[in-house]
């Protein structure tokens, strides 16, 4: 008989820590229902006490969505513990999450305190959750190099004052899996009352051991993973919810079962890629757009012959259509909602279709292929159109030999302006001209250009940081001109700033 892996997803947590990744309450809750829809067992909503934005997300979600627990993460704080109960209050089944940093580097240099006042302030801080909710969550903060021995004395302690959940986060990706692995095995074979509480994983990427460390952790009694979609995080980013997904349900022989519908996992790992204009890396495991592609002869004979040859997955497993409808500029509505389905975007109103087909047939019109990526990129791009700043036109003259000139015109709530200015280049010169419009004082800390696919005709992605008034700014630009993505992308962060 296999044994039940419950899957604590953090995306809308630990994965929305990303610079430039946040989003809003309207698409925290669109992951959430997809996420319900893929079967995890529990949802981080977020950390509440850390601000407007989360404790209202937390609040909204936990209206959203039935049967997935919600989880809000807290420090081992009395004034947190009771942010996070007031969030929790319409969710129907509710779990707090608190802890405190245990490697002796924490409690030195973080906390100037003791072992023993650790444990004490960890035995406290369940306590008090527990009297608001039955479900608590304990967190052994850099649990990777925390002596096992004391580990097991915090892990007890927690156990005894009420803790269902204790989780052993490898904070800073240090452990191999033998050690993690081992550390979860000594834990299960030391602490008393191990069998009140489930060991759960937290495992970080910085040194690309995270899967493999949480599989180790699992296959040495952990019954609960906290992963993330697209393996998305602080840093590095965390253990990837589909590679766990989908290692269990290739390695049948380990009888590990989780809730999971993995043909939800594609369309999932796309729509949180659009929201957060977090492109997937092509070769990532499971979900990477080269996951499923042969290049070499070799590897092509073989899969031709026989698929199982050099696919140990199925792409249908995973959601990814592999007689996908290819959408040219002869392509329908029809053709053009179908695959927005297929990516994980459902838009049910008729007048937001016509909006995105309408610029699916101009961007179709300067590309052979409309790729997925261009599609989400444009049901995306609709956005803009709430925001006060607006481009209106943009103009460039450029060349070997001579000085870039650009003329730009703004839609500012409404109202048309226009300015030209010279450059060292076409997108300085285009910035230029912004800057003359938006007088401002503003610096660009970072241009970064990413192609989405392949060709001449490509969608360019553009992904800036811009400072003003002591805060920096994350924007977002996409179009087959990369001038007019870089200068939608500062028009982007200039639609965040804070007067």
Known sequence: MSERLFIFDTTLRDGEQVPGCQLNTVEKIE?????????????????????PGDFNSVIEISKAVTWPTICAL??????????????????????????????????????????????????????????????????????GRTENEYLARVVEAVIKAGATVVNIPDTTGYCLPSEYGEKIKYLMEHVNGIDRAILSTHCHNDLGMATA?????????????????NGIGERAGNTSLEEIAMIL???????????INTT???????????????????????????????SSGIHQDGVLKNVATYEIINPKDIGLDDNSIVLTARSGRAALKYRLGVLGVNVSNEEKVDKIYQKFLRLADQKKEVTDDDILMLAGADTAESHAVKLDFLQVTT???????????????????????????????AIKALKKIIMKTMTLKEFTIQAISKGSDDVGKVHMQVEYNHNVYYGFGANTDIVTASVEAYIDCINKFKN
């Open 249 to 259: 349900k290739c390695h049948k022989h380990l009888a590990i079962d989780t809730n």
């Open 264 to 294: 939800k996992i594609y369309p999932i790992s796309r729509m949180v890629s659009g929201l957060m204009n977090m492109p997937v890396q092509p070769n990532k495991a499971v979900v990477g757009r080269n996951a499923f592609a042969h």
């Open 399 to 429: 060349g070997m030999g001579v000085r870039s000139v650009a003329s730009i015109g703004l839609d500012i709530s409404g109202q048309k302006f226009e300015a030209a200015s010279s450059g060292n280049g076409p997108v300085d010169a």
């Open 74 to 143: 807290t420090r081992a704080v009395e004034k947190d513990i009771d942010v996070a109960v007031e969030a929790l209050k319409y969710a129907k089944h509710k779990r707090i999450h608190t802890g405190i940093g245990t490697s002796d580097s924490h409690i030195k240099y973080k906390f100037n305190s003791t072992r023993e006042e650790i444990i004490e302030r960890a035995v406290a801080a369940v306590k008090y959750a527990k009297r608001y909710v039955e479900d608590v969550e304990f967190y052994a903060e850099d649990a």
């Open 213 to 229: 460390n949480t599989l180790s952790g699992v296959l040495n009694g952990a019954r609960q993973v906290e992963v993330t979609v």
């Open 31 to 51: 992951v959430a229902k997809s996420l319900e829809q893929l079967g995890v067992d529990v949802i981080e909503a977020g950390f509440p006490v850390s601000s």
